[in-house]
């Protein structure tokens, strides 16, 4: 098994249907991949259709029917909460106990003061507000008094903008590690993420210096598994942050999904063991908040393009499996995510155009087997690799 290797790819918020409990989130019939299809018109998706895409749902624009499909099928959460930081976490094996703490109305008073004087800061808005909405309705009132603007979603997020000219982006990082440490408790919220952005008012724009500092996992991980056991762990992207540094040997920050898909494409070609873990975020960020289907679309189909050079990249001895974290449909009335199935796409030796359905530890489970020859005692997931 030394010489295996395991290639883990989430394309952030592309959700593949409605969970049974998706109501209760006001997700009623959420299914983001099959309704960005028709809003578009279809998706050109060769590489993804030749994996089964088309036989996870029914997807206008990509066969059901390839040649030679790898394994396919939906895994599902199995604890609460449809954000980014449970999302990565239940993929490797850990299940959330209770969900985490959300602000429909703002953070409370106290809560904001104590945040005020651990930072030596101010802050306005503090309430649940669109990434991009925000700054346009707050940046100026930011630059004037220096105010950083605070706001939150749908989601267990702590969320801070600031220009540049008023606090730059290592400076703001700072903040939202001291942030960090006093959301805690009753308020350890998912993630405190830092947001900073520039330009004048009437055409401010966020930058590619986002950065997310999640709440530690409850539980130890498939990545703690790999880890401990000598096993090289790269994390790409924003996944290295939402396990908050637990699990990983080696980091590859991406701001944005080019360089996210460089470091893979480059480690695919010269890792000689090991798991990589990439996040490739701008479905999610850029364009599913947003609701720009045709954006989501582009999106899509330039990972497409990577996954068909990754298909030839791939050794004897490799897993690669793609999935997603939750949704985010653009059909839903409001502009959070949604709590879905996330699609599971694979391909190893031995896939045999299986269907796969289950929970989403299976992931975890499968790269723990492919990587080690058996399962990680007291977590989570079966492997669909045996």
Same mark, same amino acid.
């Given at each position: 098994?030394?010489g295996?290797?395991a290639?883990?790819v989430?394309?952030?918020?592309?959700?593949?249907? %409605?969970?049974?409990?998706s109501a209760d989130?006001?997700?009623?019939?959420a299914d983001?991949?099959? @309704?960005?299809?028709?809003a578009?018109?279809?998706?050109d998706l /060769?590489?993804? =259709?030749? +994996?089964?895409l $088309?036989?996870?749902r029914?997807?206008?624009?990509?066969?059901? *029917?390839?040649?030679?499909?790898?394994?396919?099928?939906r895994?599902?959460p199995?604890g609460?909460g449809?954000?980014?930081?449970?999302?990565?976490? %239940?993929?490797m094996?850990?299940v959330p106990?209770?969900?985490?703490?959300?602000?429909p109305?703002?953070?409370? /008073?106290d809560?904001?003061?104590?945040a =005020?004087?651990a930072?030596?800061?101010?802050?306005c808005?503090n309430r649940p507000?669109?990434?991009?909405a925000?700054i346009?309705?707050?940046? !100026?009132h930011h630059?004037e008094?220096?105010e950083?603007?605070l706001?939150?979603?749908?989601?267990?997020v702590?969320?801070i903008?600031?220009?540049? =000219?008023?606090?730059? =982006?290592a400076a703001?990082? *700072?903040?939202?590690?001291?942030?960090r440490?006093v959301?805690?408790? %009753? @308020?350890?919220?998912?993630?405190?993420? !830092?947001?900073?952005?520039?330009?004048?008012?009437?055409?401010?724009t966020r930058t590619t210096?986002?950065? *997310?500092?999640?709440v530690?996992?409850p539980?130890p991980?498939? +990545?703690?598994?790999?880890?401990?056991a000598g096993v090289?762990?790269?994390?790409?992207g924003k996944?290295?942050?939402l396990?908050?540094?637990?699990?990983?040997?080696?980091k590859?920050a991406? $701001? !944005?999904?080019a360089?996210?898909? %460089?470091?893979t494409?480059?480690l695919?070609?010269e890792l000689?063991?090991?798991?990589?873990f990439?996040n490739?975020?701008?479905?999610?960020q850029?364009?599913?908040?947003r609701?720009d289907t045709?954006?989501?679309?582009?999106?899509?189909g330039r990972?497409?393009v990577?996954v068909?050079?990754?298909l030839?990249?791939l050794?004897?001895? *490799?897993? +690669?499996?793609?999935?997603?974290?939750?949704g985010v449909?653009p059909?839903?009335?409001?502009?959070? @995510?949604?709590?879905?199935?996330?699609?599971?796409?694979?391909?190893?030796?031995?896939d045999?155009?299986?269907?796969h359905?289950?929970?989403?530890?299976?992931?975890?489970?499968?790269?723990?087997a492919?990587?080690r020859?058996? /399962?990680a005692e007291?977590?989570p997931?079966?492997?669909?690799c045996?």
């Amino acid at each position: 098994m030394s010489g295996r290797r395991a290639f883990v790819v989430v394309l952030d918020a592309c959700g593949a249907g %409605e969970l049974p409990d998706s109501a209760d989130y006001g997700d009623a019939g959420a299914d983001t991949l099959v @309704h960005v299809a028709r809003a578009v018109g279809g998706l050109d998706l /060769p590489a993804l =259709e030749s +994996l089964g895409l $088309g036989m996870v749902r029914p997807i206008l624009g990509v066969a059901p *029917d390839p040649p030679a499909p790898g394994l396919h099928g939906r895994v599902h959460p199995v604890g609460p909460g449809k954000d980014s930081t449970t999302g990565h976490w %239940e993929l490797m094996g850990v299940v959330p106990p209770a969900p985490l703490p959300v602000y429909p109305e703002g953070f409370p /008073p106290d809560v904001v003061a104590r945040a =005020e004087a651990a930072t030596g800061r101010t802050f306005c808005c503090n309430r649940p507000y669109s990434g991009t909405a925000v700054i346009d309705d707050y940046g !100026a009132h930011h630059l004037e008094t220096g105010e950083l603007i605070l706001y939150t979603s749908q989601d267990s997020v702590m969320q801070i903008a600031a220009h540049g =000219e008023v606090l730059g =982006e290592a400076a703001l990082h *700072d903040l939202c590690r001291t942030l960090r440490g006093v959301m805690t408790g %009753e @308020h350890a919220v998912g993630r405190v993420i !830092a947001r900073p952005f520039v330009g004048s008012p009437g055409a401010f724009t966020r930058t590619t210096g986002r950065r *997310d500092f999640a709440v530690d996992p409850p539980a130890p991980s498939y +990545l703690d598994a790999l880890h401990d056991a000598g096993v090289p762990v790269h994390a790409v992207g924003k996944v290295d942050d939402l396990f908050a540094h637990h699990g990983i040997s080696e980091k590859h920050a991406a $701001g !944005a999904n080019a360089p996210a898909i %460089e470091h893979t494409t480059r480690l695919m070609r010269e890792l000689d063991r090991g798991l990589v873990f990439t996040n490739l975020i701008e479905t999610d960020q850029l364009y599913g908040h947003r609701k720009d289907t045709i954006g989501f679309a582009d999106a899509l189909g330039r990972v497409d393009v990577a996954v068909a050079e990754w298909l030839t990249l791939l050794r004897e001895g *490799d897993l +690669l499996v793609l999935t997603a974290d939750h949704g985010v449909d653009p059909e839903t009335a409001h502009f959070d @995510h949604t709590r879905e199935h996330a699609f599971l796409l694979a391909r190893f030796a031995g896939d045999a155009g299986r269907r796969h359905d289950g929970p989403m530890a299976d992931v975890g489970a499968s790269v723990h087997a492919w990587l080690r020859g058996g /399962p990680a005692e007291g977590l989570p997931g079966t492997s669909f690799c045996s």
